[in-house]
């Protein structure tokens, strides 16, 4: 048996998490859901960012299936996104980026992964005011992170059969920091001889993913670059509607849609479930569930590949429940 923790996280969270699960369930798999509450909308009811016990039964059962969580901007508490990551050292942020049939793209074909730095970078949140006008924040680059996070590109890129990483930096301008991440990656590139390694500066990298995204199989970047460019390629493909993301650390894993929790359209049922349905496939995968996870994507697949099912993020008119619906009679 299985215990997964299931965090519903705030606006459409709970929506898209209910459309998931319900998928899932029909496999009628030896899963238990072992669900807790957390982000902005608990703060407002409680005054705890996360319901007491959740980090406990996190590090239980090693598996998180995550909604979004609200952050306030320029202010507030920090980001329960990047408080799980840091807490579970979930190192490596997995963004797989694939064209879909049926989805209006400028780009057909296009199949790469994004895999991002998770831990340290801007993202460490450490800053303050050096004087009442001046604003300081330390970037953290480690030859430990580096090391771990280009190895584990590497070693993905090896098992998936993929033959090209591609690190992307700011090594000519931050020659300590972002030289350092890219003398790791050259030093790791060497020991696997059969990928080809290829460099790509941060701002040249955002041209050439517009002019030709097709050129790149898997990326590698800091936790600042690679979230900039993993929801640049999720609007090659579609939108963050559709984009999936695994958050991988060497106990814990968290699962979760990247897109925002929509508080405008929170229960209105209208909300697009496909990114947290995908990252749920993920999920399954990871867990030795392959059959089932790839039952799940061709269904997603073929409900999107349809126009009468597109949610509205999509330019369609189709709800939650009728797209949760089609996905679960494709399967």
Same mark, same amino acid.
């Given at each position: 048996?299985?215990?997964?923790?299931?965090?519903?996280?705030?606006?459409? $969270?709970? +929506?898209?998490?209910?459309?998931?699960?319900?998928?899932?369930?029909?496999?009628?798999?030896?899963?238990?859901?072992?669900?807790f509450e957390a982000g902005k909308e608990y703060f407002e009811n409680t005054g705890l960012l996360l319901q007491d016990g959740l %980090?406990?039964?996190?590090?239980?059962?090693?598996?998180?299936?995550?909604?979004?969580?609200?952050?306030?901007?320029?202010?507030?508490?920090?980001?329960?996104?990047?408080?799980?990551?840091?807490?579970?050292?979930?190192?490596?942020?997995?963004?797989?980026?694939?064209?879909?049939?049926?989805?209006?793209?400028?780009?057909?074909?296009?199949? %790469?992964?994004?895999?991002?730095?998770?831990? +340290?970078?801007?993202?460490?949140?450490?800053?303050?005011?050096?004087?009442?006008?001046?604003?300081?924040?330390?970037?953290?680059?480690?030859?430990?992170?580096? +090391?771990?996070?280009?190895?584990?590109?590497?070693?993905?890129?090896?098992?998936?059969?993929?033959?090209?990483?591609?690190?992307?930096?700011?090594?000519?301008?931050?020659?300590?920091?972002?030289?350092?991440?890219?003398?790791?990656?050259?030093? #790791?590139?060497?020991?696997?001889?059969?990928?080809?390694?290829?460099?790509?500066?941060?701002?040249n990298m955002c041209m050439q993913l517009v002019m030709n995204p097709n050129q790149f199989d898997v990326i590698v970047a800091p936790?600042?670059?690679?979230?900039?460019?993993?929801?640049?390629?999720?609007?090659?493909? $579609?939108? %963050? $509607?559709?984009?999936?993301?695994?958050?991988?650390?060497?106990?814990?894993?968290?699962?979760?849609?990247?897109?925002?929790?929509?508080?405008?359209?929170?229960? %209105?049922?209208?909300?697009?479930?496909?990114?947290?349905?995908?990252?749920?496939?993920?999920?399954?995968?990871?867990?030795?569930?392959?059959? +089932?996870?790839?039952?799940?994507?061709?269904?997603? #697949?073929?409900?999107?590949?349809?126009?009468?099912?597109?949610t509205r993020d999509l330019g369609g008119t189709a709800d939650r429940l009728k797209f949760t619906d089609a996905v679960i009679s494709?399967?």
């Amino acid at each position: 048996m299985h215990s997964i923790t299931l965090i519903n996280g705030d606006g459409i $969270g709970p +929506e898209v998490i209910k459309s998931a699960v319900r998928i899932i369930d029909i496999f009628k798999l030896p899963i238990v859901w072992e669900t807790f509450e957390a982000g902005k909308e608990y703060f407002e009811n409680t005054g705890l960012l996360l319901q007491d016990g959740l %980090l406990d039964n996190i590090q239980k059962n090693k598996i998180v299936l995550k909604g979004p969580t609200e952050t306030p901007v320029a202010g507030g508490f920090r980001s329960i996104n990047v408080l799980l990551r840091k807490e579970f050292k979930t190192y490596a942020n997995i963004r797989p980026v694939k064209s879909m049939a049926g989805i209006k793209s400028n780009y057909d074909n296009l199949d %790469l992964v994004v895999i991002r730095e998770n831990t +340290e970078d801007l993202y460490a949140g450490i800053e303050y005011m050096a004087s009442a006008d001046v604003a300081q924040s330390i970037k953290i680059i480690s030859r430990e992170a580096s +090391e771990k996070i280009c190895t584990y590109a590497f070693e993905y890129a090896k098992a998936n059969n993929r033959k090209k990483v591609t690190v992307v930096h700011k090594a000519n301008i931050m020659k300590l920091t972002d030289g350092l991440f890219l003398d790791t990656f050259r030093k #790791i590139s060497k020991l696997y001889p059969e990928i080809s390694p290829d460099e790509k500066i941060v701002d040249n990298m955002c041209m050439q993913l517009v002019m030709n995204p097709n050129q790149f199989d898997v990326i590698v970047a800091p936790n600042l670059y690679g979230d900039i460019i993993s929801d640049l390629c999720s609007g090659l493909t $579609g939108g %963050l $509607g559709l984009a999936s993301s695994s958050n991988i650390g060497d106990e814990v894993r968290i699962y979760e849609a990247v897109h925002g929790s929509a508080p405008d359209i929170a229960g %209105l049922d209208i909300s697009n479930p496909t990114a947290v349905i995908l990252s749920s496939a993920m999920m399954l995968s990871d867990m030795g569930y392959r059959k +089932e996870s790839e039952k799940i994507v061709n269904a997603v #697949i073929k409900t999107v590949s349809d126009p009468k099912f597109h949610t509205r993020d999509l330019g369609g008119t189709a709800d939650r429940l009728k797209f949760t619906d089609a996905v679960i009679s494709n399967l």
